[in-house]
């Protein structure tokens, strides 16, 4: 499976998704589009938007944070510890 996420620095819903991925132990590119004109470009073509997160899996797109259908998206199932994602 391959997952890209599309991240805004300083953004709190950017940095949910990537901790959600990281809490799980999936591997994904991070692709920082703030500082990066041709990193937005690439956002914008494949979204057709400017704002992040964006989640990519396997070419399927996903804009926002939903922790629920992030979840589910990428079939991971219940892992409890004290932050509890």
Same mark, same amino acid.
């Given at each position: 499976? &391959?997952?890209?996420?599309?991240?805004? !620095?300083?953004? $709190?819903? @950017?940095?949910?998704? &990537?901790? /959600? /991925?990281?809490?799980? *132990?999936?591997?994904?590119?991070?692709?920082?589009?703030?500082?990066? $004109?041709?990193?937005? &470009?690439? %956002?914008?073509?494949?979204? *057709?938007?400017?704002?992040? $997160?964006? /989640?990519?899996?396997? *070419?399927? !797109?996903?804009? =926002?944070?939903?922790?629920?259908?992030?979840?589910? !998206? /990428? =079939? %991971? =199932?219940?892992? &409890?510890?004290?932050? @509890?994602?």
């Amino acid at each position: 499976m &391959k997952i890209t996420v599309y991240a805004n !620095v300083n953004d $709190p819903y @950017s940095d949910m998704l &990537k901790n /959600l /991925l990281k809490f799980y *132990g999936v591997s994904f590119e991070n692709i920082e589009v703030s500082r990066n $004109p041709d990193a937005m &470009k690439t %956002l914008i073509e494949v979204s *057709g938007q400017s704002s992040t $997160p964006v /989640l990519v899996v396997d *070419g399927k !797109v996903f804009i =926002g944070f939903d922790r629920e259908k992030m979840k589910e !998206v /990428l =079939g %991971l =199932g219940e892992k &409890k510890n004290a932050f @509890s994602y």
